[in-house]
């Protein structure tokens, strides 16, 4: 399912956690469906930070994050996240209209800045871990979403057998129609199928990855929400089809409490 990125996968695709010398940290990114040239393009990324340069760190990303909003069209969102746990653990989400505009977006001058820095500090302990994917269930949402204040936010990792796919797709469509419809303090439900990164061959689709991105709002950091949203039929509905044994490996559940600009 992983694979590590090279030094020249990293500069015709890629991320802001570019790593462009052949002897600095490899980059992981998680693949599987073919890209649609025209559908939402969104990615997740997980990255553990070293405490000396957290701050250091911290205003560079948010510097590439403040520019993409601000001057990208096609950069409809870009979360920034620290785990719930660990403060040098950090999580993004970003959504673009289509992987046209996040090749746009990595030819810009802050994200130049932004990999400059990388390049020469070297930030990162181990290998950050990327996910590209296009989110289904987003038919005409193309709008730029803000930052919401005291947001408690997840990214997920769902790896589904092949034989329960249809039964999955049913569950989880539901799981967000309930989500977006019923539950006010949920703020976004975005899920997709993992996909290559820009530019990169497709995979033969042997193996299944969806990832998620939520965010909740609410009462302690918006840990209200997730909870309310963990109780509701739907979710339920959810926990179910989860006792049947549905997965090749075990979820993947990150928590985190979204950064506001």
């Not at 890629?14 to 992981?28: A, C, D, F, H, N």
């Not at 490996?249 to 985190?256: D, G, I, L, N």
Request: proline residues 6%; negative net charge.
């Amino acid at each position: 399912m992983f694979s590590l990125f090279s030094k020249s996968i990293i500069l015709s695709a890629l991320v802001r956690v570019l790593l462009i010398s052949p002897t600095t940290q490899s980059l992981t990114i998680s693949t599987t469906s073919s890209t649609k040239k025209n559908s939402l393009f969104a990615l997740n990324l997980q990255c553990t930070v070293r405490p000396e340069i957290r701050n250091e760190w911290l205003k560079h990303i948010q510097e590439d994050q403040l520019c993409s909003r601000r001057d990208e069209p096609g950069c409809l969102q870009f979360v920034l996240g620290q785990d719930v746990d660990d403060e040098n653990t950090f999580y993004l989400f970003e959504l673009y209209t289509n992987s046209e505009a996040f090749q746009d977006h990595c030819k810009t001058p802050h994200f130049e800045v932004y990999d400059k820095f990388v390049e020469t500090k070297q930030p990162f302990i181990g290998e950050p871990k990327l996910c590209f994917y296009h989110p289904l269930d987003e038919d005409g949402k193309t709008s730029k979403r803000p930052i919401q204040k005291n947001t408690f936010g997840l990214n997920v990792n769902l790896y589904p057998k092949a034989s329960v796919r249809k039964d999955f797709l049913k569950v989880i469509s539901d799981n967000k129609k309930g989500t977006d419809n019923t539950e006010p303090l949920a703020l976004q439900y975005t899920y997709g199928e993992a996909t290559h990164g820009p530019g990169e061959p497709e995979l033969d689709g042997s193996n299944q990855a969806f990832h998620f991105h939520e965010q909740y709002s609410g009462d302690n950091h918006g840990k209200e929400g997730f909870d309310a949203h963990a109780s509701a039929p739907h979710f339920v509905a959810w926990e179910e089809f989860v006792t049947t044994d549905p997965f090749d490996k075990a979820p993947e559940v990150f928590f985190f409490h979204i950064l506001e600009e």
